[in-house]
T-cell receptor, first 110, second 112 residues
Framework: KNQVEQSPQSLIILEGKNCTLQ??????????LRWYKQDTGRGPVSLTI?????NTKSNGRYTATLDADTKQSSLHITASQLSDSASYIC?????????FGTGTSLTVIP | EAQVTQNPRYLITVTGKKLTVTCSQN?????MSWYRQDPGLGLRQIYY???????DKGDVPEGYKVSRKEKRNFPLILESPSPNQTSLYFC???????????FGPGTRLTVT
């Protein structure tokens, strides 16, 4: 069964600190892995897309890594800001379908 | 402005009363998809469309229908809604299934 699991479920960090979110998947073979940010009550917004041959992809303070051998990905957020408070969702593409993790809810406090 | 629009944004209805949620994109995208989002389950794909007149089932298609008669529109039809279809629904589009998806603002549906 194709599954995407994320950890932790929720996380609270102080503004300015760094954090790392994890994603493990069983989807195989896959064409790409995506990270999305979803603010409460809004649609997800794409942060990064990595193919199976890429190890890392950055988008400003967001850096995603991928280890296709162990089927793991991580999203590292540097120097967190209050606006980073959101749910972060890992998505694995098995074309033409998409498999979503349940997300990590991040709260950044002053 | 490039966007995906959905209507209505909020809908409360009763069991068995047919309804349609519209989705439209202005980016000339070929790929469109519908998802539902439920607490603890994340987003799940209902139906997708690779292009006009080409649609296929996702993971949870039961109780839903779609059509793609024009490139820009991809309506979601619930012929006989039931309470277990109470959910937050998102439409999304992209150039193809390989590219970044753009999501609509969501439609919160309650079936009583």
């Amino acid at each position: 069964k194709n599954q995407v699991e994320q950890s932790p479920q929720s996380l609270i960090i102080l503004e300015g600190k760094n954090c790392t979110l994890q994603c493990n998947y069983t989807v195989s073979p896959f064409s790409n892995l995506r990270w999305y940010k979803q603010d409460t009550g809004r649609g997800p917004v794409s942060l990064t897309i990595m193919t199976f041959s890429e190890n890392t992809k950055s988008n400003g303070r967001y850096t995603a890594t991928l280890d296709a051998d162990t089927k793991q990905s991580s999203l590292h957020i540097t120097a967190s800001q209050l606006s980073d408070s959101a749910s972060y969702i890992c998505v694995v593409t098995l074309r033409p379908q998409f498999y979503f993790g349940t997300g990590t809810s991040l709260t950044v406090i002053p | 402005e490039a966007q995906v629009t959905q209507n209505p944004r909020y809908l409360i209805t009763v069991t068995g009363k047919k309804l349609t949620v519209t989705c439209s994109q202005n980016m000339n995208h070929e790929y469109m998809s519908w998802y539902r989002q439920d607490p603890g389950l994340g987003l799940r794909q209902i139906y997708y469309s690779m292009n006009v007149e080409v649609t296929d089932k996702g993971d949870v298609p039961e109780g839903y229908k779609v059509s793609r008669k024009e490139k820009r529109n991809f309506p979601l039809i619930l012929e006989s809604p039931s309470p277990n279809q109470t959910s937050l629904y998102f439409c999304a589009s992209s150039f193809t299934d390989h590219y970044e998806q753009y999501f609509g603002p969501g439609t919160r549906l309650t079936v009583t």
